[in-house]
């Protein structure tokens, strides 16, 4: 799995948006749920968002749902997650995972296999 911020990094202000990407490869991709977690300073991880690819469900954390938004492109092997509205309290090291499908805990940790390296998001005020 490979994730990153886009050409603009992950440096946004209050209020604004940033689109992550993750890149799959070497499994079949709509078997699969792609989980973003995120882990800020002094933090456990935490799961925020989720979509099971093999039928397109979706899943979101409180903290999140109705500002953030996962979807998935299985030409590109790619699942995104767009943040809108950002809030300093959204800083984190964010990470994107995969699962066969069906996935049993979306937001939880334990539930996922492959992980990503981590790319971090600095929403300043």
């Known amino acids: 799995l490979r994730s990153s911020s886009g050409v603009w990094g992950g440096l946004v202000q209050a209020g604004g948006f940033l689109r992550l990407s993750c890149v799959a490869s070497?499994?079949?991709?709509?078997?699969?749920?792609i989980g973003w977690f995120r882990q800020a300073p002094g933090k456990e991880r935490e799961g925020i968002a989720c979509?099971?690819?093999?039928?397109?469900?979706?899943y979101y954390d409180d903290s999140v749902k109705g500002r953030f938004t996962v979807s998935s492109d299985s030409a590109r092997n790619t699942v995104y997650l767009q943040m809108d509205s950002l809030r300093v309290g959204d800083t984190a090291v964010y990470y994107c995972?995969?699962?066969?499908?069906?996935?049993?805990?979306?937001?939880?940790?334990?539930?996922?296999?492959?992980w990503g390296p981590g790319t971090l998001v600095t929403v300043s005020s």
């Open positions: 995972a995969a699962v066969q499908a069906p996935v049993e805990d979306p937001l939880k940790t334990y539930g996922f296999d492959y």
């Open positions: 979509i099971s690819n093999d039928d397109g469900t979706t």
């Open positions: 070497g499994y079949p991709f709509d078997d699969y749920a």
